[in-house]
């Protein structure tokens, strides 16, 4: 069983910065295809919706038109850990965080149902 675990949310003023963290953890994906890492996020009355999400191996990443330029997807390999550095954060932003993670073949997935497993998430609240 794969185990995310994200920490890192809070309650932040516009225009500030927080950095979410998912730590990865359990046994290791199946050596067939490659995984990739995804950010979602759902707001109240919403639904989720796709944020950014890396390649685990090559490191490619992919974004949200609506995060672009402001949100950066990382991951560091040695400590099984992926991030998401927020900035200029603005109130539409405030949402519930997910750390998700798929073994692909192809395209890194970009839509929540192509992943498998999940973390428990983590509450982003930005205040105008």
């Known amino acids: 069983q794969v185990e995310l675990v994200e920490s890192g949310g809070g309650l932040v003023q516009a225009g500030g910065s927080l950095r979410l963290s998912c730590a990865v953890s359990?046994?290791?994906?199946?050596?067939?295809?490659?995984?990739?890492m995804g950010w979602f996020r759902q707001a109240p009355g919403k639904e989720r919706e796709f944020v950014a999400a890396i390649s685990w191996s090559g490191g490619n990443t992919f974004y949200a038109d609506s995060v672009k330029g402001r949100f950066t997807i990382s991951r560091d390999t040695a400590k099984s850990t992926v991030y998401l550095q927020m900035n200029s954060l603005k109130p539409e932003d405030t949402a519930v965080y997910y750390c998700a993670a798929e073994v692909f073949v192809g395209s890194v997935p970009t839509t929540p149902r192509a992943y498998d497993y999940w973390g428990q998430g983590t509450q982003v609240t930005v205040s105008s």
């Open positions: 359990g046994r290791t994906f199946s050596t067939v295809g490659r995984i990739a």
